[in-house]
């Protein structure tokens, strides 16, 4: 049986592929990736596959049993992008696909769940039997900001004392191999979160416990914390977009307490403070 995974050079897809080897022959796997030579240290056949290419995704999904479609990255395009990556599937006869959404995606104010919505809802149409999985927010989107707030003196922020039920990638991609590699899941939507939800003032105190430092968290109106992201250097779109992101954290929308990520790795989730040590580690030093 082969098994396709999508953006399998990404983050995500490069962990998914390193589990799966685990579990599967590496001549079982296929990366579908925009350029193959960046799949080149993967140790498993890679195909051309854009998103944006339909006729290299038809060619690439031949012989593809079961397809993990990792959602894009081009946030207002991957509806139609994964339109393509649908259609061609059902062309080769795909005879399963696990996408990847965003948790709650059926009533989030996340701006992000209408294109997950849209696939969603392309999957059903499309007749392929398949499985959501719709994931929460990485713990990593927010580790990702440590060495700047340790430069700076203080975590920025817009979420108010709104709660995270954070995971690391890790996590996640072990959820995904282990619907890969199971059988049952088909028609099933799981909401996937973390065991532990935490406020980033919470992750701000991690932060100042582990470094020893006073890294207080500063909550700032949306438009003031949009500003300062692209005063850092981040695109003025993408700027107002994590913004906003944070103010739907502070209603609430990336909080859930199903546990249903941990029920299906078979363990708990990476506390987040395991998470906070990890990325010191590899954080330059500031000294």
């Known amino acids: 049986m082969k098994i396709g995974i999508t953006g399998a050079t990404g983050h995500l897809g490069r962990l998914v592929v390193a589990k799966m080897k685990e579990k599967e022959t590496a001549h079982d796997l296929v990366a579908l990736v925009r350029s193959p030579q960046k799949a080149s240290n993967l140790g498993i056949e890679a195909r051309e596959a854009d998103y944006d290419k339909p006729e290299t995704l038809r060619q690439a999904l031949k012989g593809i049993d079961t397809l993990l479609l990792i959602s894009g990255s081009k946030v207002g395009k991957r509806a139609t992008q994964h339109q393509h990556v649908i259609e061609a599937a059902r062309q080769n006869g795909v005879k399963r696909i696990v996408y990847t959404s965003v948790l709650h995606a059926d009533k989030t104010s996340v701006s992000l769940a209408p294109e997950h919505l849209a696939t969603e809802q392309a999957l059903k149409e ?32 817009s979420a108010g004392e709104g709660r995270i039920s954070a995971a690391t990638r890790a996590d996640f991609a072990e959820a995904a191999v282990a619907v890969l ?49 692209a005063g850092f250097g981040i695109p003025e779109e993408m700027a107002r977009a994590i913004a906003n992101w944070d103010v739907s954290v502070s209603k609430g929308d990336l909080f859930d307490d199903s546990r249903q990520l941990s029920q299906l790795i078979g363990r708990s989730t990476t506390p987040m403070s395991d998470a906070v040590a990890e990325a010191l580690n590899e954080a330059p030093s500031t000294e």
């Open 126 to 157: 499309s007749g392929i039997p398949h499985t959501i999985l719709r994931n929460g927010w990485y713990t990593e989107n927010y580790t990702a900001s440590i060495p700047g707030a340790l430069a700076g003196g203080a975590f920025f922020g």
């Open 181 to 229: 590699s199971s059988d049952g899941h088909e028609g099933k939507v799981y909401e996937l979160a973390g065991d532990e939800a935490f406020t980033l003032s919470e992750l701000a105190a991690e932060i100042s416990r582990k470094t020893g430092r006073d890294i207080p968290y500063k909550n700032l109106p949306e438009a003031d914390y949009a500003a300062a992201l």
